[in-house]
């Protein structure tokens, strides 16, 4: 089985992305203009989870910016309020925080529990498959204790709790030896090229959707309106707009105050 480095450099991997490339840009309809920022929105998400799991700091300040226009074009407030800020603030840590900066750099924005490459997971992530779920307890946390000094010391000490939870499993033999990602599990593989398998029958039996000068749901055949249609195939270039028009305004001049619950756009 090759590896995914020798694949993407066989001669026959380079002729079908330019077959690609050349079919996207030939007039083709709307479909294929929204299919296309699908596949781009998806490969940005592929790379930002391609980041976390190799440690790649600036790859991650990369996709978090390109992320940004997407979220102001379909109104996640929360995301574009926080996560704009967030990114500013990581982009000047060579000035303001230099050895957070190099802690960053060394991959240290994730944590890598395990001697395999390509498996960090987020901070978040690792608290939950780790202490959250070691100190778990029936019925949850919430209302454990009335007692609100009995609660903290709950909190405090679950870590210690977590710790020897941890311990004991190894002892007993509980701990998985294999610390492969499930992905790479040959179940897994066969299973996701079964997936595939189908999904490309599937779309063999389809008559080519790109002909049409309309879009239109492909699993119902439903054609959407022009206003619909409109506002799918200029959402990027309207979130773009949207989110230099927020960077100036609440984050460079400061015009506005950068959390107000005013509308974004």
Not at 26 to 31: E, K, L, R, T
Not at 76 to 81: E, F, Q
Request: a neutral charge; glycine letters at 4%; aromatic letters at 12%.
């Amino acid at each position: 089985m090759y590896a995914v480095t020798e694949l993407v450099s066989q001669p026959v991997f380079a002729d079908v992305c330019q077959e690609y490339d050349e079919f996207c840009s030939s007039p083709h309809g709307p479909m294929l203009s929204f299919w296309t920022s699908y596949l781009e929105l998806v490969g940005l998400l592929r790379r930002f989870l391609r980041a976390t799991r190799q440690g790649n700091w600036q790859l991650h300040l990369q996709c978090v910016r390109e992320l940004l226009p997407w979220l102001f074009a379909y109104d996640r407030t929360n995301y574009c309020r926080y996560l704009s800020a967030y990114w500013c603030e990581m982009t000047l840590l060579p000035v303001t925080h230099p050895d957070a900066q190099a802690q960053m750099d060394r991959g240290e924005f994730a944590v890598q529990r395990s001697g395999h490459f390509f498996s960090r997971v987020p901070v978040d992530q690792c608290l939950e498959q780790t202490i959250n779920r070691d100190t778990r307890v029936s019925g949850g946390i919430i209302g454990i204790s009335m007692n609100a000094s009995a609660v903290q010391r709950w909190i405090l000490t679950s870590h210690i709790r977590a710790e020897f939870t941890r311990c004991c499993k190894e002892a007993a033999g509980m701990t998985p030896h294999d610390e492969a990602h499930k992905a790479l599990h040959s179940a897994a593989i066969s299973a996701s090229i079964k997936s595939l398998q189908e999904v490309h029958l599937l779309l063999e039996s389809f008559s080519n959707p790109f002909s049409d000068s309309y879009l239109f749901n492909i699993a119902s055949g439903v054609r959407a309106s022009q206003e619909v249609q409109h506002d799918l195939l200029s959402a990027l270039d309207k979130g773009r707009v949207a989110c230099e028009q927020f960077f100036r305004m609440r984050l460079y001049c400061q015009k506005m105050k950068t959390f107000t619950r005013s509308y974004l756009n």
